[in-house]
């Protein structure tokens, strides 16, 4: 197909004005004519490798007839009508005259207008010729030659003026290319050349946005030309923005707006005059009458948008003063408003735009003051007191040092004394009518403040933030001063007792306060040391300053100071004397400890004292709690530290005796306090258990261990006496999504700062509508569906013992209908009727109470649950950590059936998020960092007996599971306990390095070390014979290959049985595992060197034999299970065959082999397929090949046979094209009418139907005759049709008679 069109272009082209070429020379060179079908292709990378290549192709050659020809194919490529085509020929053509110079522009812009002329093209292909026009033009522009011919620049502009008209096709294009080329020309070529040309459409600037666009580059590019008297004479005005032109202005402004509605773009025109305005001094009444004003008399949509984007291109244009009054102004105000309005999600956002201009002028600008004004404006945009941008605004990561200290004073200063008329308050529409004869929900005071704290806390939060470590230290001690202090009177020792509060808290705002403290408090701990710092390259401790001392023992040192001027200072919540005591004795044993780390410090000391330091911080938001919890921690570390003293001055002896007398009880009251810790919401202290717990794994003991797993124990979830009590934080509701704990801090951070987020869009949203709050919605819906499942679930009970109770109120109040009353009208009196309503609502009253606390139960109990789960999961870290840290210690042993129980349990509980995400924990852990881990126990030889045992009780358990994807933890655990029975190879003990034949010497795969291998075998034997004889099981042949795989020698134990089941196991399916089995176990390369020369032939017999026996058994029916089985077993005749031949074992492979022979006779085997190609696999190693298919043609007639040889050179008749208009002919003597022969007259749909009727049919000769030439005449010619239909016509006659 590519070289018949190549052929007729080469023709088409010979015919042309042109004067002749060889046209054969373009038809040989295949690689040049590719070119231009490569420039057509939907790929733009091999769009651009053809141009590049067709460059380098006709400079190399530098034929004239090629680059002719390769003009007049480029030129018509312009109208192609796949649209990826056209830039492609565009871009080439530009290229093209780019580098042949010596080709007239002008002569190409008459072959364009030629060949693409909108006067003489058919109508259908208008439109290809209108883009044909536009995409030279644009090449022309492309070719960087334009400049130099300016008659070719008014052919262009001309001819982009003739496409204007076609606006419907090309929308802007001509216009926006008649832009780009004023941009590229010099002044000269416009005033003599262009001017005349473009005057009609720089007079008529204000009609359209594109005229405008023109005009103003125009002015841009050529301010000589277009003095303040040319403009006068065109526009009627020496300038563009002035009082009078400013109602035209706001028309091709909105008309702009609406034309970039689906772009969501500013249109160019909108910013160009605002650069205007700016040159002509002239932005205030730009700003404030064409954008203020005008554009916001319109309804919501593009024309407001347009003042957004122009808004936010603006900030990098103007000066301070002109920041300060536009950020300050209505547009800012409408901002506000569209932002608190399009919180729901049907709205179109515009914030982010916003926020990505706001970002890239921070970025851009390195002037601190201009920051500071944007980062304040929008700051200071609120509703009802509520800032608009969010509180974790991520563009203060470009503000300057400068700048960002300012913003941080400036946010402190409004968090003391809001000065609420500084700010840019409004309310929307709906919250002013909902508003009128209501008192306001929240002070708009405790609105700012609520939105100022996580403004703070977020600058410390996000590690993109150029900040240093003072002002990290300034923002903590005022969160922490103003949540837990108020002042007293100022002093110079405390700097923010000289901040006065205009309005004192109240407690909401300490809530928030406190809340928010202990988020940069573990933001700080994370910290990276900032490049400035002189301790850049010197290595520091987690969560520690530049000078090597903790963050929180910073903040712990200036609590004390706060602590210590009762004069100045006042405590919110006072310490009672044993809290204060706790607190000195906190800061003495941390002090103690500091002593130590400077002698030589280890991490457990480290760990101990951010533990104290952290349980001291929390004991000014929890005192009462916290305290037991201190007082132990304060035992515990003593008790640690005696232990320790006591170790260097006694002997071993001395040390085992005692550690048989006394356990070290100080770890087990840690891990209990670690616990306690973990059941609070805050990921600092979760971080810290961890950091803690990690540096004492080498000290844990089995009674400490044990408390973790009996947290983790589902079948002590619901016991009365358990030790675990979860705690609920205030108001917070606990609704974070659980993703992985080995998620990194910034990961944690973003997801703090997209809650946040979240919730202040909530709030906007509720305050927008003036709804509840959302939290009372969500409670009540809760309960409405509470109540349903309650009626479901109790159903008849508690309606029947209600509907007795309303029984008796009726009879006691004679208001219950008898027989006797039937006939009765008489009712009850209105004293009767008041005494029955009391009665009623009492009882009604009472009922609700009843249903109420019914639901508050039920409500109680899920939050217990949910809460119970998440400090489940992070307990897990602790079991995590453990596994990690002490995976060689005998204690992980006793990790294996607590974790398997977990998993069990986990498998049939719910499937709720925190369900799934605890059990994907659990079982993360078990498989991966506990059963496959390179470092185990190996010092567990003295527990062989309870190891047995424990594996006995595994393998019982797997067999009676219901389901696989359990039965795997527990084979796998399996697996474990039996690497630990075994022990380390020789060769992992030696620790001198050997030579490659000593090591191969020395891993000997018989060794099994301390396994009872009879016994072991024996289980696992047990469980093989599970699988092989029951009809559902929960074992699979993964499992036994990976047994298999992992200890040969038990593979050798196990391989008669499996041998056996080839043909005893108990359907189709497990006897093809069995195949599959000891095909795997006879590929293993250490089972065939366990096992000796003999054992290998005794081995080979055995598996002949059941081999025979089973091809022997196949069921000529077969079934898809039957074929598998089949396939499988030929796959182990293979390598059967295979190994012995190889080996020369003398095994007698006769009757295997007349079993194969004897299943061709009673399977029918395809061509091809699986089992086929196996089967002759499995023959060839026994010398029969597979019988070639040999193609018999149909018998045919003496005299069919005897035909005349066809000449060469001519088609046959079979290949030659039907003549379907052929006049009807008389038929011959003999012949059957053509109106016998139906197919040839009906066409294709009528030779379908005759098929069908064929078969249908009865076989009598007259009834099939009419059918038999139908069938031929596809491909005959009527002259033969008849003779040869008619032979097989007879034959037919022959046979059915």
């Not at 034929?63 to 018509?76: P, S």
Request: charged letters at 30%; proline letters at 4%.
């Amino acid at each position: 197909m590519p070289e018949q069109m190549s052929v007729e272009m080469v023709e088409v082209s010979a015919r042309s004005a042109e004067p002749p070429r060889p046209a054969g020379v373009l038809q040989q060179n295949r690689v040049f004519l590719d070119f231009f079908w490569d420039l057509a292709a939907p790929e733009q990378e091999v769009r651009l490798k053809a141009v590049e290549n067709l460059i380098q192709y006709l400079k190399a050659e530098n034929k004239a007839d090629e680059l002719a020809y390769t003009f007049k194919r480029l030129v018509d490529g312009l109208a192609h009508t796949r649209e990826a085509a056209r830039p492609g020929f565009s871009l080439a053509l530009g290229q093209v005259l780019s580098t042949f110079e010596d080709v007239s522009l002008q002569s190409i812009l008459d072959r364009i207008k030629e060949k693409h002329n909108l006067q003489s093209v058919k109508k259908k292909l208008a439109r290809n010729a209108m883009f044909g026009n536009l995409f030279g033009v644009l090449a022309l522009q492309q070719s960087g030659r334009l400049v130099k011919e300016p008659q070719v620049v008014l052919g262009c502009v001309q001819l982009l003026q003739s496409l204007n008209q076609h606006k419907q096709h090309l929308k802007d294009l001509p216009s926006k290319t008649m832009t780009d080329i004023l941009s590229q020309i010099p002044e000269e070529v416009f005033e003599e050349v262009l001017f005349s040309a473009l005057k009609a459409d720089l007079a008529s600037a204000f009609r359209t946005p594109e005229q405008l666009q023109l005009l103003l580059v125009a002015l841009q590019r050529f301010p000589q030309a277009l003095k303040p008297k040319k403009l006068k004479q065109l526009l009627g005005s020496s300038t563009i923005i002035n009082a009078e032109n400013i109602p035209k202005l706001v028309e091709v402004l909105k008309m702009a707006a609406h034309s970039v509605k689906k772009e969501l773009v500013l249109p160019s025109v909108a910013l160009d005059l605002l650069k205007l305005s700016l040159k002509e001094d002239s932005f205030q009444l730009f700003w404030n009458k064409a954008i203020t004003e005008a554009m916001f008399k319109e309804p919501s949509g593009p024309t407001h948008y347009l003042s957004f984007r122009l808004l936010g291109r603006a900030l990098p244009l103007l000066s301070l003063s002109q920041l300060k009054e536009v950020l300050s102004g209505e547009v800012m105000m409408h901002y506000g408003e569209h932002v608190v309005s399009a919180q729901r999600p049907d709205r179109f956002k515009l914030a982010p735009e916003m926020d990505g201009f706001v970002s890239d002028f921070l970025q851009a600008c390195r002037d601190a003051d201009k920051q500071l004004v944007v980062v304040v404006s929008f700051s200071s945009l609120t509703n009802n007191g509520y800032p608009v941008v969010p509180s974790v605004w991520r563009v203060v990561q470009h503000l300057e040092p400068a700048a960002l200290q300012s913003y941080v004073d400036w946010l402190k200063k409004m968090f003391l004394q809001p000065q609420m008329d500084q700010l840019l308050d409004f309310s929307t529409r709906n919250q002013k009518d909902k508003q009128e004869g209501k008192e306001q929900k929240e002070s708009t005071i405790f609105r700012l403040r609520k939105w100022i704290v996580p403004r703070l806390a977020s600058i410390v939060d996000n590690h993109m933030v150029k900040k240093s470590e003072d002002l990290c230290t300034d923002v903590a001690r005022f969160v922490f001063f103003h949540a837990f202090f108020s002042t007293k009177k100022a002093t110079a020792d405390i700097a923010e007792t000289s901040g006065k509060l205009s309005v004192p808290l109240d407690a909401k705002t300490r809530g928030v306060l406190v809340n928010s403290f202990f988020g940069p408090l573990m933001s700080v701990h994370h910290m990276p040391l900032s490049d400035d710092s002189a301790a850049v390259n010197q290595r520091r401790s987690l969560g520690a300053t530049a000078d090597g001392t903790m963050w929180i023992l910073h903040l712990a040192q200036y609590a004390q100071l706060l602590l210590s001027h009762p004069k100045h200072v006042q405590s919110v919540r006072p310490f009672s004397a044993e809290q204060k005591q706790a607190w000195d004795g906190m800061l003495e044993s941390v002090a103690n400890l500091r002593k130590k780390t400077k002698k030589g410090g280890t991490a457990e000391i480290a760990a101990f004292q951010q533990l104290f330091l952290l349980v001291g911080m929390h004991l000014f938001k929890a005192p009462d709690e916290l305290l037991d919890i201190m007082k132990d921690l304060q035992r515990c570390v003593d008790k640690a530290q005696e232990k320790k003293a006591k170790k260097k001055k006694k002997t071993k002896q001395q040390q085992a005796a005692e550690q048989q007398e006394e356990e070290p009880e100080w770890v087990e009251v840690l891990v209990d306090i670690l616990l306690s810790l973990l059941s609070q919401q805050s990921r600092h202290v979760r971080q810290v258990c961890k950091t803690v717990f990690s540096s004492i794994c080498p000290h844990v003991t089995a009674a400490a261990l044990t408390a973790i797993l009996d947290v983790l124990d589902p079948d002590k979830e619901d016991e009365e006496d358990s030790a675990v009590v979860v705690t609920d934080d205030g108001d917070k509701t606990q609704k974070k999504n659980l993703k992985d704990d080995d998620d990194d801090d910034d990961d944690d951070d973003d997801e703090e700062e997209e809650e946040q987020e979240e919730e202040e869009e909530e709030d906007m949203e509720a305050d927008e509508s003036d709804e509840s709050d959302n939290d009372s919605d969500e409670e009540d819906a809760m309960e409405e569906a509470m109540e349903e499942e309650d009626e479901k679930m109790e159903g008849g009970e508690v309606d029947q013992n209600f509907r007795m109770e309303l029984m008796k109120v009726l009879q006691q109040q004679n208001a219950l209908a008898t027989e006797e009353d039937a006939d009765s009208d008489e009712d009850l009196d209105d004293e009767a009727m008041m005494k029955l309503d009391k009665s009623l609502s009492a009882l009604f009253s009472e009922q609700k109470k009843k249903l109420q606390a019914k639901k508050d139960e039920k409500a109680k109990l899920q939050k217990e649950r949910v809460l119970l789960r998440e400090f489940k999961i992070k307990v897990l870290d602790l079991v995590e950590v453990f596994v990690a840290r002490q995976a060689g210690s005998p204690l992980i042993l006793g990790l294996v059936e607590p974790l398997l129980n977990i998993i069990e349990r986990g498998m049939s509980s719910g499937s709720e998020q925190q369900e799934q995400e605890f059990l994907r924990r659990a079982a993360d852990i078990f498989r991966n960092h506990l059963c496959r881990s390179r470092v185990y126990c190996k010092t567990a030889g003295d527990r062989q007996g309870e190891l047995h045992d424990l594996l006995e009780k595994l393998m019982s358990r797997a067999q009676k599971l219901s389901e696989s994807s359990v039965c795997l933890y527990y084979f796998s655990a399996s697996l474990y306990v039996v690497k630990v029975l075994r022990g380390p190879l020789p060769a992992e003990t030696k620790e001198e390095p050997m030579a490659d034949g000593a090591a191969a010497a020395v891993n000997d795969p018989t060794f099994m070390g301390s396994v009872d291998v009879d016994r072991v075998s024996t289980l696992f034997r047990e469980a093989l014979i599970s699988f092989m004889s029951r009809r559902k099981s929960p074992l699979t042949t993964q499992m036994f290959t990976d047994l298999f795989n992992r200890f040969p020698v038990l593979c050798v134990s196990l391989l008669e049985t499996v041998v056996q089941h080839i043909t005893a196991g108990l359907r189709e399916h497990q006897q093809g595992q069995a195949c599959v089995l000891v095909l795997r176990a006879m590929q293993n390369k250490d089972v065939q060197q366990i096992q000796s020369a003999e054992q290998r032939t005794q081995l080979c017999e055995k598996v002949s034999e059941q081999l025979a026996l089973s091809i022997g058994q196949v069921d000529p029916a077969q079934t898809k299970v039957g074929k598998e089985k089949l396939v499988k077993t030929l796959e182990l005749c293979q390598f059967l065959v295979k190994h012995v031949h190889y080996q020369k074992l003398p095994v007698d492979l006769e009757p295997l082999k007349k079993s194969l022979d004897s299943l061709t006779s009673s399977i029918t085997f395809k061509k091809t397929g699986q089992m086929e190609d196996t089967y002759w696999a499995v023959m060839k190693h026994f010398g029969v090949t597979k019988p070639k298919v040999v193609k018999t043609k149909p018998d045919k007639d003496g005299e069919q046979e005897a035909a005349p040889k066809k000449k060469k050179g001519f088609l046959p008749e079979s290949k030659k094209r039907k003549k379907r208009n052929k006049p009807v002919l008389e038929p011959a003597a003999g012949q059957p009418s053509p109106a016998d022969k139906p197919g040839e007259q009906r066409g294709q749909a009528a030779k379908k139907q005759d098929k069908k009727a064929k078969q249908k049919r009865p076989a009598h000769g007259a009834a099939a005759s009419p059918s038999s030439p139908a069938k031929k005449s596809k491909t005959q010619p009527d002259s033969k049709a008849g003779k040869k239909k008619k032979k097989p016509k007879q034959k037919k006659g022959v046979e059915q008679a």
